[in-house]
């Protein structure tokens, strides 16, 4: 990419669903080329904080004022990588790589040979010509990150990327993400502390209801941290207690 990616501020960021107030008027920013993981119990609204920042549609009442840091527009800047891998079953695995080009009407020769690429930098490259079918769950994970890859956009969100694949091939998939999303904006949504703990610069938690946003401790070794850090360790079980203390203190 050739400049910085850009960083992000979300001012009075509120969510009601089903007259229940998720969330009123959060306040976030997120560093040019940091990796922010977002956590909080099931219902605390994460994910759909995740979709207003991407201006995905949300059926309840929300508002969400996004600044980006050089006042540029994010249309063609932004990519989402969702919990599913949504491969699309009638194409082979290299034209779900080139997804977004092929929709857009701009696949061509140099677009194949990048997806080539990808797919080599994720350890596929034997299966370019295969159908999704073929292939296992962290192996589809894994197209989905060549496929995000792909659109080069400076911005990722990620919404549990890595939550349907076993725990072995999650390892794996933490430091592929880490190689190959680097000099970009990253922010993710998980339910897993230990993995905030090995991806993120910073960690936000959403705490309480209507839920308010924490920020906890990271441990200050280099990305992703190995399981046996003890500091990672430490920085663990405070992240659990903090996620099990009840929605109201």
């Known amino acids: ?5 850009p960083g992000l501020e979300i001012r009075d960021a509120s969510l009601t669903f089903d007259q229940r107030p998720l969330f009123h008027r959060l306040t976030a920013s997120f560093e040019s080329g940091s990796w922010t993981c977002l956590l909080g119990r099931s219902g605390s609204g994460k994910s759909s904080l995740l979709r207003m920042i991407a201006g995905l549609s949300l059926p309840d009442n929300h508002r969400l004022t996004l600044t ?13 990588m969702a919990q599913r891998d949504l491969l699309v079953p009638w194409q082979r695995v290299l034209d779900n790589v080139m997804l977004g080009a092929r929709w857009r009407g701009q696949a061509n020769a140099k677009d194949r040979q990048r997806a ?3 797919l080599d930098q994720v350890g596929l490259a034997d299966k370019a010509g295969q159908w999704p079918s073929t292939l296992s769950g962290g192996q589809r994970q894994r197209v989905a990150l060549a496929r995000t890859l792909f659109e080069d956009a400076s911005i990722v969100l990620m919404d549990e990327p890595f939550s349907a694949v076993d725990a072995i091939t999650r390892l794996e998939l933490h430091e592929l993400a880490c190689q190959l999303l680097v000099g970009r904006t990253v922010i993710m949504v998980t339910h897993d ?3 905030a703990l090995r991806l993120a610069d910073r960690i936000l938690v959403l705490q309480g209801e209507p839920a308010y946003l924490i920020t906890q401790p990271t441990p200050t070794c280099r990305r992703p941290r190995p399981l046996a850090d003890i500091e ?10 903090r996620l099990r203390e009840p929605a109201h203190a």
């Not at 980006?68 to 989402?80: I, T, Y």
């Open 1 to 5: 990419m050739p400049s910085p990616p």
């Open 116 to 118: 080539l690429t990808l």
């Open 193 to 195: 502390p230990q993995e």
């Open 232 to 241: 990672l360790q430490q920085c663990q079980a405070e992240l659990i207690a």
């Open 68 to 80: 980006v840091s050089d006042a540029r527009p994010l249309r063609g800047r932004l990519a989402w």
